[in-house]
């Protein structure tokens, strides 16, 4: 959520830095401020007639005390206090509108954030790797997966519906292997704490990352939307530390979590989603980082770093992009995307996404720490994919495949997946 002083400060600035994002906000930033102000001079009338009742209540015993008429002062205190019970409500009801018109705004991108409309204009960084060649014709992870048993789309159609799978034989064990491998990397070389949360999450948690209220038709909700089905780690873990106030030497916080993804991906008919790329449910392993304001642009480039390093040591060429402004997440501020080059797909397959939230996230969950003078100033939160299945396990397959069908396991595997090769039925 955008701070409030901010606004108030520099709206027509703040209305033209999310218009980088595509989105014409003049109008909702003046009707915040509408309703700050009313808010506001609500709050000094309140207290101006608070005043005003105490002095006059006190009158009452004094001239009560004299034998006199008190019916006039006594009427005049009631009238005070039903306009202080009046002016209190208009004022919550400004708040509570306010509220709601802030945590429709996205955050403002960063200051050095690419300017563009939309994917098209996201500059690429970096490349690691070089794209695997064949001396033969590759094959898709679809041909390859169902040719050596490793999943069974029927099987996930028949008992969830379409976009959901059921990994079967050394696809299941290939699953678990990589998401162990992934958590034994981030645990043991990047210095991150393993948690393992709930799945389900109230609705306090998802407004305090962003995915409400802007994303709810995109959730899977229970219990009349009161609860959802985790569509990323990053909620419950970021959310561990909602109304909390750190204190400086507990920062940088690392946190590493498995869940299992649900997504509905309203709205995204149209978009790639043969096989494995697109799932209403898919695993992942997540990255979230706490840190305070000065730190959160280094450990953004530390973060991703964290996640590309997992691909290099599994041998898998990719590329970095940033994002545009028209490209943003709604919460992030400035974002790195991993993406991974799938032979038989023929594209790149983005597997991780790597962003700085600044003080968004933390202003939304009241997530704080005390600094060097005492005084209590919001956190910056990141997270990062380290990284998401089935997509990896797209161009692994695809990488990997070999010329009779069977698929080699990369050195930094064998130890989890217990073989060399994983060869066809």
């Not at 102000?37 to 309140?46: D, F, H, L, N, P």
């Not at 096989?275 to 449910?281: A, E, P, S, T, V």
Request: glycine share 8%; hydrophobic share 35%.
């Amino acid at each position: 959520m955008l701070d409030i002083r901010l606004l108030r400060e520099k709206p027509e600035w703040v209305a033209e830095r999310v218009g980088h994002r595509g989105a014409d906000v003049a109008e909702t930033v003046k009707e915040i401020l509408a309703c700050d102000e009313t808010r506001r001079a609500g709050e000094t009338e309140k207290q101006k007639l608070q005043s005003d009742r105490n002095r006059i209540s006190k009158s009452i015993g004094a001239l009560k005390k004299e034998g006199k008429d008190t019916s006039e002062v006594e009427a005049e205190v009631r009238a005070i206090g039903e306009r202080i019970k009046t002016i209190g409500e208009e004022a919550d009801a400004a708040e509570n509108k306010q509220r709601d018109l802030l945590l429709g705004l996205p955050n403002l991108p960063h200051d050095d954030c690419p300017i563009g409309e939309d994917e098209d204009a996201n500059p690429e960084v970096r490349v690691w790797g070089d794209q695997p060649a064949f001396d033969f014709e590759p094959k898709n992870h679809i041909e390859l997966g169902e040719s050596l048993g490793l999943f069974n789309f029927e099987w996930g159609a028949k008992i969830s519906g379409s976009n959901f799978v059921v990994f079967t034989g050394l696809g299941a064990k290939l699953e678990r292997a990589l998401i162990q491998y992934l958590l034994d990397t981030h645990t043991q070389k990047h210095s991150y704490q393993e948690v393992s949360p709930p799945f389900l999450i109230n609705r306090a948690s998802m407004y305090g990352t962003g995915q409400l209220p802007k994303f709810e038709d995109d959730m899977y909700g229970v219990d009349e939307n009161e609860m959802f089905l985790a569509p990323t780690a990053e909620v419950p873990v970021t959310n561990l530390f909602a109304d909390t106030i750190l204190k400086e030497d507990e920062l940088p916080v690392k946190v590493t979590a498995y869940t299992p993804c649900f997504r509905k991906e309203a709205g995204s008919a149209g978009r790639e989603s043969r096989g494995l790329i697109r799932m209403h449910q898919f695993d992942k392993v997540e990255l979230v980082n706490v840190v305070k304001p000065e730190d959160s642009a280094a450990q953004l480039e530390t973060l991703t770093a964290e996640a590309e390093a997992i691909l290099q040591a599994l041998g898998l060429h990719y590329r970095v992009i940033e994002l545009c402004t028209g490209d943003l997440g709604f919460s992030s501020s400035k974002t790195y995307d991993i993406e991974i080059w799938a032979p038989g797909h023929g594209g790149y397959l983005e597997v991780s996404s790597c962003s700085n939230f600044v003080d968004y996230q933390a202003r939304r969950m009241k997530l704080r720490y005390k600094n060097a003078d005492g005084k209590n100033q919001l956190c910056h939160t990141l997270n990062g994919s380290g990284t998401a299945l089935p997509r990896l396990v797209v161009a692994f397959l695809e990488t990997y495949q070999q010329a009779d069908g069977s698929v080699r396991i990369p050195e930094a595997l064998q130890p989890y997946m217990g073989c060399e090769v994983i060869q066809g039925k």
